[in-house]
């Protein structure tokens, strides 16, 4: 729990942005500071996403305070940006429970709040929403307001200038706020680029150029001077007119943290017409010296003491599978000059930090831009390459179209090294890796495999890099079993999987690293254990070897039950018109909330006193 309310008398007081709203100009710096003292206070306390939180808190402050929110419209992008969007927003004193079991969602949830406008956890959605929304809001007549606000690197989306373009086409009312924490800006930010801001959003200058448009519009050689002149003179002193080509009034850079010239210029905005961008400059981790000198390290933090100048330690533990991955990409491009590595903005989530500081010719990080991480690949697996695509579950989910049409009919060697598949906790719905097995398994000339640990994770991904046709290897976040590792040039044979220990009358075939808690529910029941080792291709020799011996078959795995795994399992034993039973145990056909890993997977009955519970019951039918 944070501290005492007491000691916030401006924040206590703040239930709501419509408290916000009464309080005076010269009182927004007080409840600046009040509100980066409480996140700081509970963030602390309770871990989460920190830094970008910091960041953002004038900025949160000047747009409740100008917009008469939630009447109007507010979308944040990224989302852990938003957490004091949640203080000011009626979920001041349930913060510390954010990111925890039946807590407050990670990100803007729209079933949680009123004020937030639309469920995020990805990036690079907000201008798309926003146009939408700017179009219903003209259509309903009301002068309901709209801002997306857009930062943490997801201006690096294709989606985003997709959404850029054709707001600037259709010209409809709204703000884009680009929330710049990029160190490379900070000399565009100081006074005059601060005055000069005011200036162009204000009504003289706005009059002025409207004005001489109407005069001027049916003297086209003098229109044209004076749009050249205009463009002339904002490209002197703005960074960029890359936006105004696109259609949009670009503002800016202003100072991202000083709370009153945010209000003076977002409310100068508010009024003007057709689409505007608003360019602001701020720093990641504001005001807390740690965080801002190593903000990725703040990005998301455990519990800490703010007094202490570090992070506490993590506690020893075995190797993540993000880290043997790492690993395996090292000690591979020592021996193969082929093979080169690709991120979408995910080098420290994904284990490969010392891949890029060691192998920096063969590395590419691409930004927030899955879809061009994959069709990249294909580019690099043409030209001779053996491509690595390193990805989380989720985010490859927006890379599905160029995976089958760029990847997969091409039949090239690309393999994919899939993090975060399964449950992955507290980041909920958006991030759960819950459908790949799904999505992929309808792919031809893809090899899918799910290693039960990290000596089957290195078998397989070495196993993938040597395929010449498309390969994916799918992993959890988390860590391995303390399983000895093969030596790095080691293989396993395609599609076949292995029998781990011989029962009676059940088989239970398990997908992955559900094997652990299968093999202590194999052992209570007395069944056969299989780890099955692939997807895709399946092991049909030893389905047939399984089905003969026993009476009923269990799967089990940590992605949907629809058209997962299991469902190949049922497939084929169908085609051989087979009689026997099949029970599949894995995700239900929900969207999985944010909890540990551990609690969800409890919760869902995928330990190993739920899949004995499972079975049990369905054995009694």
């Known amino acids: 729990m944070t501290k005492n309310l007491n000691d916030f008398p401006l924040l206590s007081q703040i239930d709501s942005p419509k408290n916000l709203r009464e309080l005076t100009r010269s009182q927004l710096p007080q409840a600046s500071d009040e509100l980066r003292r409480y996140l700081l206070s509970s963030v602390s306390k309770s871990s989460g996403h920190f830094a970008s939180g910091l960041g953002t808190i004038e900025l949160t402050v000047a747009l409740h305070y100008v917009y008469n929110t939630p009447f109007d419209q507010l979308i944040w992008d990224v989302g852990h940006q938003a957490y004091p969007h949640k203080i000011l927003t009626g979920r001041r004193d349930q913060l510390h429970t954010i990111r925890q079991k039946e807590g407050l969602h990670p990100f803007p949830w729209r079933e949680e709040s009123e004020y937030d406008v639309l469920s995020v956890g990805h990036s690079s959605t907000s201008i798309s929403a926003a146009l939408g929304l700017a179009v219903a809001a003209e259509k309903e007549g009301k002068k309901r307001k709209v801002v997306a606000v857009i930062g943490d690197g997801a201006m690096t989306a294709g989606m985003a200038f997709e959404a850029l373009n054709h707001a600037g086409d259709i010209h409809k009312d709204m703000l884009v706020i680009l929330n710049d924490n990029e160190m490379s800006i900070s000399e565009n930010v100081g006074a005059l680029n601060n005055h000069l801001a005011r200036m162009l959003s204000g009504s ?35 960074p960029s007119t890359f936006f105004e080509e696109l259609g949009f009034n670009y503002i800016g850079p202003i100072d991202g943290h000083d709370v009153n010239g945010l209000v003076d210029t977002i409310s100068n905005m508010r009024s003007l017409k057709g689409p505007q961008l608003l360019h602001i400059a701020t720093k990641k981790g504001k005001g807390y010296q740690a965080a801002e000198q190593d903000p990725i390290k703040y990005h998301a933090v455990p519990k800490f003491n703010p007094e ?18 790492g690993d395996w990409l090292c000690r591979t491009a020592e021996k193969d000059e082929k093979l080169v590595a690709i991120t979408p903005a995910m080098r420290e989530g994904s284990g490969m930090v010392e891949f890029s500081q060691r192998f920096p010719e063969k590395y590419y990080d691409v930004a927030i831009a899955e879809q061009h991480a994959v069709t990249f690949a294909a580019g690099l697996a043409i030209g001779g390459y053996s491509p690595v695509v390193a990805i989380y579950s989720s985010f490859l989910q927006r890379g599905y179209d160029q995976f089958i049409h760029d990847v997969a009919i091409q039949n090239l060697p690309v393999m994919f090294a899939i993090d975060r598949a399964g449950i992955v906790g507290a980041d909920g719905p958006t991030h759960q890796g819950s459908f790949d097995l799904s999505f992929m398994r309808c792919i031809p000339n893809l090899v899918i495999m799910t290693p039960s640990d990290e000596r089957e994770c290195q078998l397989m991904l070495t196993t993938g890099h040597q395929l010449n046709q498309p390969s994916a290897v799918r992993y959890p976040r988390g860590n391995g079993l303390g399983k000895e590792l093969p030596q790095i040039h080691e293989t396993i044979e395609i599609g076949k999987g ?23 529910a194999a052992t209570i029941l007395d069944a056969t254990l299989a780890d099955m080792r692939f997807v895709k291709p399946l092991d049909h020799n030893l389905i047939d ?31 051989q018109a087979r009689k026997i039973n099949i029970l599949n145990i894995g995700l239900p056909d929900q969207f999985i909330k944010h909890g540990t890993q551990e609690e969800i997977h409890h919760e869902l009955a995928l330990d190993c006193e739920g899949i004995v519970n499972k079975i049990n019951t369905f054995l009694s039918l």
């Open 204 to 238: 003289l200058y706005t009059g002025i150029r409207e004005g001489s448009k109407r005069i001027l519009k049916n003297i086209p050689p003098i229109k044209e001077l004076a749009s050249r002149a205009e463009e002339h003179l904002k490209g002197m002193v703005v």
């Open 545 to 575: 070897q399984l089905c003969e011996a026993h009476d009923t078959i269990i799967t089990i795995e940590d992605n949907a039950i629809a058209g997962g795994a299991g469902s190949a399992v049922n497939e084929y034993i169908l085609q």
């Open 308 to 325: 202490e100048t570090s992070l506490p330690p993590s506690k020893p533990s075995l190797p993540t599978y993000s880290k043997i991955f």
């Open 498 to 520: 292995r029998i781990i220990q011989q029962g009676q009358r059940v088989a239970i075939l398990s997908f992955g690293t559900m094997l652990s808690q299968a093999q202590k």
